[in-house]
C-alpha cells in the first residue's frame, strides 16, 4: 500500500493520480493511433480526450460527494477537488463526458459513433490503470477471505513521510473483528477486489477488440457492450466488497444499482442503435 510515491519539494506523487494518469495517457496514445487509421483527425481526438477526462472526473467526483458526504467538509476545501486521492464513483463520469462528446464531434463535422468505436476499447484499459491506483491507495478493498491470494493491508502505509494512525482497511478490521487489534501490524486477507476488476477490465478491452475486429454490427456498439460487460461485472464484484458501500434498497449497495442500470439501459442501446442504422441503410 503505498498512497504516496515520493515528494519532490513542495510536490507530492500520489499513486491514485499517477495512475490515471498514466492510463489517460496510454489510451490516449492507442486512441490516436487508430483513429489516423480510422482517417479520423487524431488532433481533435486528442483534444476531446482531454476535455472527457476533466468533464469524467468531475462527474465521478460529484457523484462520490453525494454518496460519501460525510467523507467531505468545509474546514478541507481542497479535499472537495483532490481527486488524486482517490473518492470516485465511475457511473458518475460517462453521462456528462458522452453528452460532451456527441456536441464536441458535431461540430468538428465527425462521426460520433466511429469514433466511440475507436475509443471505447481502450477506456477500459484507461480504467483498469485507475484500479491499480486503487490498490495502491488503499481503498475499494474486498471481504475477508480465506483463500490463498488473499491480500492484508499494513496497519500503517508505506509512505514516504506517513504518519497516519492507520490504513483503512486495517481500521475497519479492528473496528470490526476482535481478532484484529492495533497492536497489529496488518488486517485480516481480504479479496483483492481492486485487481479482480484490473483483470476484468483488462479482459473486457480485448473482448471489444476482438468483437470490433470479427463481428462489428453496426457503429458505435462498443459504447453499449461496453457498459453492459462492465456492469454486470461491478454488480458481480460488490459482493466481495468491504469498503461500505452505501446501500439504501433491499440487500443491493447503490453501486450495484447503478451497475445494473447502466447494464438494462445498454442493452436498450444496442438495440435502439442496431435497429436505428439498419433503417438508415435501408433508405
Partial sequence: MFPTLCKIGPLTVHSYGLMMALGFLTSLYFIQREARRAGLDPNVVADLAFWVLLLGLAGARVLHIIMFSDSYSWNDPIGWIAVWRGGLVFQGGP????????????????????????????????????????????????????????????????????????????????????????????????????????????????????????????????????????????????????DHNPTHVLALSDQQIFSLAFAVLSVVLFFVLKRFQSTKSNL
Fill in 95 to 242: 453521462p456528462p463526458a458522452i453528452l460532451f462528446g456527441y456536441w464536441y464531434l458535431k461540430r468538428r463535422n465527425m462521426s460520433f459513433w466511429k469514433t466511440v468505436d475507436v475509443g471505447f476499447p481502450y477506456l477500459a484499459l484507461g480504467h483498469a490503470f485507475g484500479r491499480i491506483g486503487c490498490f495502491l491507495n488503499g481503498c475499494c478493498y474486498g471481504l475477508p477471505t480465506s483463500l490463498p491470494w488473499g491480500i492484508r493491508f499494513p496497519r500503517v502505509p508505506f509512505d514516504v513521510g506517513q504518519d497516519a494512525t492507520g490504513s483503512p482497511p486495517f481500521l475497519d478490521h479492528v473496528q470490526r473483528f476482535s481478532k484484529i487489534s492495533m497492536n497489529d501490524q496488518w488486517s485480516l486477507p481480504m479479496h483483492p477486489t481492486q485487481l479482480y476488476e484490473f483483470l476484468a477490465l483488462i479482459a473486457i478491452c480485448v473482448s471489444l477488440l476482438l468483437l470490433r475486429k470479427y463481428w462489428h454490427p453496426f457503429q458505435g456498439f462498443t459504447m453499449p457492450v461496453y457498459f453492459i460487460l462492465y456492469g454486470l461485472w461491478r454488480f458481480f464484484n460488490e459482493y466481495l466488497r468491504g
